[in-house]
């Protein structure tokens, strides 16, 4: 044994169609020693599982589902990289492990012949053994085995059935052969494969025969670009092969599925019992689950159920309130036992403050996430998607874009990831693109505290509506109205193309794994937490700074000289009444202090150096200021506005903040500085703007691209410029006649 | 032979032929729909609902890719 085989657990790459149980497979092997991440340049997750069995460590690398081994794309070439051993940033996998869906061996037998030819040792898991007898569907495990000349092990992984006994068969899997190399393809298909393999290698290229093979297969030209095989004769080469093949009858790219399905047909001759059986419940359940009338009725249910639970008071606002409480703790007790200068600012209002108001939705973003992966893993989401399609199909997109956007609702972050469902490109550009427009939970402090202060309130419908609700729905109505109108426009603009065929498995219902669901919560919370700690952590300090700095005390040394004064005499005063009046004259100067500071500061001198700009949108420098403050994330405006309208940072108490917009007039007058048109094009204004660097951040690391993120930011901006102007004129027009 | 959408509720047919772009063929063959496999419509419409071998596909026709299939009483 090599020290390498000592020190290192044995990698085994697990792969197989999506909605075979993969994940759960996966997770029922690994338990909680799992770490996730991204391939570098490409949007493939990487899940890595480590478990021990007989005093042998194994690393399991879980590969995306996938229906076949061809890669078209970025993303489909990293699960053949890693199987090559092509890939710097992994490990060659020693093994692998292929899952099957027993109830559908036709088509997962048709990677199982693509891994085969990889000539990696192999075990085979044929899980849902249970449900394929349901179906009505018995297969001969040991004779599937035999013909296959690889270990087959019955699962059933959602309840740890057959767990064991793969452990056992993979911590003996070193003394496994590899499988025999069997083709599938016609004797003048490998003929050819063998002549490019010798023009290759005239060409002093080494590439694993399975590429060559695919190099053949692959009309669109993108393994040859990848391979950076150039040179006209040599595409001419292939060229002319493919030619031969379509006269000898074995077209390109169609013999590959005819091959491999005659080797499926004749493995499994007499291998497969099927019984007839009443339909299954699944297909009874769709015929209303998918209905035009009755399925369209249960899915808006279901979506106003969900949405209700993420702002119920009484669900997410409970653990929400403690979270604030927490934070209200922790800058109480920094503020109480650090001396008053730049760092006990920095700590407060600007580290504890600017997490704390991001962590807050923290309770919101879990229980989405816990409705969307119960959702996702009773087989229940691909309904809504396809539900969804006719509506997403009428502005060029498909009815995969669903879950992304939905995702959105709570936070565009995951919802940025979430578009790895869409396997075409330009679909999943686009959906990543106008992710950011649907109001994120970041969005309600803004829309409560303007709606709260600013729109009447009126009832309709006997007391059933009332113009605050409809107001906060219509925000949300604004983002996605216009992420259509964006999704149009870029279909028939830079991202023209023709709408690529939509095609999608829909996985059997089945009862939500509690755990399965749990750890998808926990790693989506996990993943905000850990943005919340890095990048909001860091833009909250750097708007603290700006917000801090210059600190020139001298414009406000009679206040604070004052100040000194009122907190002698407090400290001398026993009288409770004048207690109280010190008291109160010390928060004024207080605030009255921090409201000057900040006036002074680099951003408030930005406020006024914008004021301008922002002049045609009803706003003055104080809201321009708290605006730009809010560029890198827009929960800090609450606490901004509050040190900007003389409140001090505090973002507890939204009433007195409330009172003090009310009451706020233009410098120097007495015109209220805020009212309907003005909060109506604050709200418009972040519902559309591009206000959160983690978003833009995300969106960088899917597309690997800087390009798509500064035209997100771009594009977002003038749109709420634009939107917010609009709104301004309209709701001014009819308010002022 | 006659176009999927055009196949019954519940009605068994054999894939007969797939029309479209070389690739896209390639794909939906890979996720089952092939010549020469069972298909049964679940739900009509645009995209449909369908049963191939064991599992169930949801599938938007479109002027590019069309499925032709013969229905179970032709194709014994």
Redesign the interface.
Known sequence: MSIQQQTEPIAIALIGNPNTGKSTLFNALSGVRQRTGNYPGVTVEKKHGTFGVSDKAIELIDLPGSYSLAPRSPDEMVAVDVLLGRLPAERKPQAVLVILDAGNLERNLYILSQVLELRLPTVVALNMIDAAAEKGVTVDVPKLSERLGVPVIPTRANHGEGVQELREALANIEQLAPPEATSPFPPAFRDEVAGLQGQLVSRNVSTPRYLVERLLLDTSGYLESELKLGGDDFHQFIADARTRLKESGAPVPAVEAMSRYGWVRETLQGIVERKQVPPPLSDRLDRIMTHPVFGTIIFAVLMMAVFTAVFSDYIAGVPMGWIEGLFEFLGGVVGDNFAEGPFRSLLVDGVIAGVGGVLVFLPQICILFFFIAILEDCGYMARAAYLMDRLFSNVGLSGKSFIPLLSSFACAIPGVMATRVIENRRDRLITMLIAPLMSCSARIPVYVIMIAAFVPQYSFAGGLLNSHTLTFAGMYLVGVVTAVLVALVLKKTILRGATPPFVMELPSYKWPSIQTVLMRVVEKGWAFIYRAGTLIFASSVLVWAAAYYPHNEAIVAPEIERLAAVETELEQATDETKVAALEEEQAELQNHIDGALLRDSYLGRAGHWIEPAVRPLGWDWRIGCATIASFPAREVIIGTLGVIFDMGGDDEDTAPLQEKLQTATWDGTDKPLFNLPVALSVMVFFALCAQCAATLAAIKRETNSWRWPIFTFFYMTALAYIGAFIIYRIASFFTTT | MIPLDLLPI?QSAEIAEVL?E?????????????C??VVQV??Q???C?V??????????E?A??QVFVQPAATFA
Do not use: W
């Not at chain 2, 049963?51 to 938007?60: E, I, K, N």
């Open positions: 519940g479209g070389q690739n896209d063929v390639k794909r939906l063959a890979e996720m089952g729909m092939r020469g496999a679940v739900q419409g645009s995209p609902i049963r191939v071998d064991g599992c169930t596909l949801c599938f938007r479109c590019h890719l």
